[in-house]
């Protein structure tokens, strides 16, 4: 009888343990069970709190860096060099560069091959200086001084390979 009786309990909790984590991700959004409002208030939530008086900015972006436009000419000399950061998403960001980006001419994505080919429409040079278009050319996550000291050359390299033929 005993027996019985703590497996029927033991079965009662686990169902009511049970029910409480799915009424947390049913009910997202929920202040408590015995909330009269049922649903936060959007004024109520302060995002973000008063600023700490000893912190202290470490970078200031101004309006005009943050908000301006550049001219990119995929017809003209201009290449796109992706820096890639990880654990930021580069890895998707750079996969859509060279995927989904809508072009006169896309880049030619063969399956099963990581790289991709992305010339420019005039001509056999590359446009996008990137994992997925040139392979780890400057390394493996080459940052930005190993990217401004190698680029130039790859390109030149690879150009005069077009070009030149052996």
């Known amino acids: 009888m005993v027996e019985r009786t703590s497996k029927f309990l033991l079965i009662v909790l686990g169902s009511i343990c049970f029910m409480l984590i799915l009424y947390q991700y049913v009910g997202p959004g929920m202040i408590n069970f015995g909330s009269p409002h049922r649903y936060l208030i959007q004024d109520d939530l302060d995002i973000f709190p008063t600023p700490d008086p000893h912190y202290v900015k470490k970078y200031y972006f101004p309006i005009r860096d943050l908000e301006r436009?550049?001219?990119?000419?995929?017809?003209?000399?201009?290449?796109?060099?992706?820096?890639?950061?990880?654990?930021?998403?580069?890895?998707?960001?750079?996969?859509?560069?060279?995927?989904?980006?809508?072009?006169?001419?896309?880049?030619?994505?063969?399956?099963?091959?990581?790289?991709?080919?992305?010339?420019?429409?005039?001509r056999k040079e590359t446009w996008l200086f990137s994992r997925f278009s040139t392979g780890w050319s400057c390394g493996l996550h080459a940052d930005w001084t190993e990217l401004t000291n190698c680029v130039p050359g790859v390109l030149n390299k690879k150009e005069n390979t077009l070009k030149n033929p052996r």
Do not use: A, M, W
């Open 69 to 122: 436009s550049v001219d990119f000419e995929i017809k003209g000399e201009d290449v796109i060099v992706f820096l890639h950061i990880q654990k930021t998403g580069g890895t998707t960001f750079g996969r859509h560069l060279v995927q989904n980006v809508r072009l006169e001419v896309p880049c030619d994505c063969r399956p099963g091959q990581k790289k991709c080919t992305c010339y420019r429409p005039n």
